[in-house]
């Protein structure tokens, strides 16, 4: 059996390694998956092992994916959920009537729509801002002082990137939170918490599990003791928006490749940005690699070791040219989400219409296949 590490690991090797993991029972390689709903208590009448009572608040399975991410996030503690949008709304519950949040504007519709609907419902104030604007960041925070500010880097679909370190400053100085969605940056490329941010999300059916089988959601914290974190964790236990064993198992054997994976998915957006942004039917490529991106020098210092697998782009010719080439596409499933293995391709428009999204807009998630075999696909299908 080989012995703990002694130095501080790399996160490649957390992720092979699952942070160490061995099953206790089996001494296997791969933890066993825990269906059980509930735990004998001993003699005494207190839990026979490591605390359990029942798995609403005692997830084997969950702690195990939970242990991994808080790892690879540099986070103090990390909490599952059953989807992303259980874990954004993990967050907003904590949320007394009365309060002020900011929101950042135009990212994933989703999330926008969904804490617009809680906020009215809460008499919550929400005010909207441009993010990537660290200025109107800064202003929308010293006029409304809010007590929570959610940004999202880099947003989907505009794959604006956000100054994470300034919103922090900003909100910080009026005593308010800041939590960021990491979801299309993953822990590989941008360490949200190490840049001030106070709770990072990610919508964990994305790149951290990476095969497009199981939706979850997670929150990783900087404070396991601050009250916000305490009153999500409170929530969880209670109102029981708990991830299911199986579903945390395969999230924990998704997140072994996680560094390989979000390489390579970077690798080829990155090639695949490159080649569309000299394209004749392309009006516009949106991915922060590209130098003449509008926060590619801010990218550059916040990310490291590449941008991330969404890529969008303005097809010339409108709605129909783009929906043209989506059906000439035969690599790219023509479907939603984005960091599987697999290459996908969305029309936005077609989902939201009224966001302002242009209407030729197509959005890649890049998965891990040859990035030649996806750029011949591309050039078929745009005709060049
Ligand atoms: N955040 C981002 C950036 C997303 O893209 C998504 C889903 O597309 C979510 C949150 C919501 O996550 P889920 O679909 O797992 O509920």
């Not at 001494?27 to 709903?37: E, Y």
């Not at 002020?100 to 919550?124: K, N, P």
């Not at 100085?173 to 001030?196: C, K, Q, W």
């Not at 040219?321 to 939603?336: D, K, S, Y």
Request: proline share 6%.
């Amino acid at each position: 059996m080989s012995h703990k590490p002694t130095r501080p690991l790399k996160p490649a090797t957390l992720a092979a390694q699952a942070n160490g993991l061995i099953d206790d029972g089996t001494g296997g390689v791969v933890p066993a998956i825990h269906p059980a709903t509930t735990f004998v208590r001993d003699d005494t009448y207190a839990p026979a092992v490591g605390g359990n009572v029942y798995s609403r608040s005692h997830a084997p399975n969950a702690r195990m994916a939970e242990d991994v991410l808080a790892q690879l996030e540099g986070a103090e503690e990390a909490l599952v959920f059953p989807s992303g949008m259980a874990a954004v709304a993990a967050v907003f519950r904590t949320l007394p009537a009365g309060a002020s949040v900011l929101l950042q504007s135009q990212i994933y519709w989703g999330t926008t729509a969904w804490i617009r609907d809680f906020c009215t419902r809460r008499d919550i104030t929400l005010i909207e801002v441009e993010a990537s604007d660290s200025a109107a960041f800064a202003q929308a925070c010293a006029d409304h002082s809010p007590s929570l500010a959610w940004i999202e880097t880099p947003s989907n679909p505009w794959l604006r990137v956000v100054d994470i370190a300034a919103c922090a400053q900003a909100v910080h100085d009026r005593g308010g939170l800041l939590v960021a969605d990491m979801t299309t940056a993953t822990p590989v490329l941008a360490r949200a918490l190490s840049f001030g941010a106070d709770i990072v999300m990610h919508s964990a059916t994305k790149a951290l599990n990476g095969h497009s089988d199981v939706l979850a959601g997670a929150l990783c914290c900087k404070d396991a003791g601050a009250a916000i974190w305490q009153a999500i964790r409170l929530d969880r236990d209670t109102a029981g928006a708990v991830l299911g064993p199986f579903e945390a198992w395969l999230l924990l054997r998704g997140m072994r490749t996680l560094p390989l994976r979000v390489e390579r998915m970077s690798s080829n957006a990155q090639k695949l940005a490159e080649y569309l942004s000299d394209h004749p039917r392309v009006e516009a490529v949106l991915y922060p690699g590209l130098p003449d991106h509008p926060t590619h020098a801010l990218a550059c210092t916040q990310m490291q070791g590449g941008f991330g697998p969404l890529l969008s782009f303005v097809v010339k010719g409108g709605a129909e040219a783009a929906l043209g080439a989506v059906a000439r596409l035969q690599l790219f499933h023509p479907a939603t989400s984005l960091g599987g293995v697999e290459s996908l391709v969305e029309h936005r428009h077609t989902i939201e219409p009224h966001t302002g999204i242009p209407e030729g807009l197509l959005r890649l998630s890049v998965g891990i296949e040859d990035a030649g075999d996806l750029i011949a696909d591309l050039a078929q299908a745009l005709g060049q």
